[in-house]
Each structure stands twice: as structure tokens, then as C-alpha cells.
């Protein structure tokens, strides 16, 4: 038969193995969350490329790319480097989105073709 000082012992055992496992379950949570937020984090803005007022795709500015879009008139090309964004080999007659140039995180305007029904802007 157990005494007062054997269940003690043996609860004291229990509660450090809980306590063990609290600790172990934190410092795993709290890596994972490190890890998450410098893999998941963004030195650049958000960037939303819209086709008829829906968002056919998103990227970050800090992401060097060229991402193809499909428009109306034709697909157009939107590179991304060194932090700023403009279109390349556009199907559309006039070219004026391309002429527009690099746009950056300080500008405001953006890049819209027209003919092809697609407008570029940094999210807010």
C-alpha cells in the first residue's frame, strides 16, 4: 500500500512530465512561428493586377518575376524587378501601358491598359 510521501512522489513525477511537455509543445509553437514569419513576411508592397474589376492575379514587389495576363484584346506581360513593376510585350495597338515605364512603391498611378481591360495598383 502506498503512503502519503509515495503519492506525493509519484505526483510530483506527473506533474513534471505535464510540465516537460507544456514547455516542449511551447518552444515548438513559438519556432514554427519564427519560421513562418520570416518565410512568410515581405519587404515589398502588394501589387493586384485586375481584369474587369476582378483580381486575376496578386504578387509582392519585393519577388523578382514576369507574370503573363491574359486580357481582352491580347495577353501582356508584367515584370517585376528590384522592387517596381511594368508591362512588357503587350498585345494592344497604341503600347501606351508600356510607355508608362517602371512603376514604384512611391507612385500612385497606375498602370492601365485599356484595350485589354486591365488595370495594375499597389494594394493599400
Request: charged residues 25%; proline residues 4%.
Amino acid at each position: 500500500m502506498l503512503d502519503t510521501c509515495d503519492i506525493m512522489h509519484v505526483m510530483k513525477k506527473k506533474e513534471m512530465l505535464i510540465l516537460g511537455a507544456i514547455v516542449a509543445v511551447a518552444v515548438l509553437l513559438i519556432m514554427c512561428r519564427m519560421f513562418i514569419a520570416k518565410n512568410g513576411s515581405h519587404d515589398g508592397v502588394k501589387i493586384a493586377v485586375y481584369h474587369r474589376d476582378e483580381v486575376v492575379k496578386e504578387f509582392w514587389s519585393d519577388k523578382d518575376a514576369i507574370y503573363t495576363i491574359e486580357g481582352d484584346y491580347g495577353t501582356l506581360d508584367v515584370e517585376v524587378k528590384d522592387g517596381e513593376w511594368r508591362v512588357t510585350n503587350e498585345e494592344c495597338p497604341n503600347h501606351v501601358c508600356a510607355q508608362m515605364g517602371w512603376v514604384g512603391p512611391d507612385e500612385a498611378l497606375p498602370i492601365t491598359c485599356l484595350p485589354n481591360n486591365i488595370v495594375i495598383i499597389q494594394e493599400p
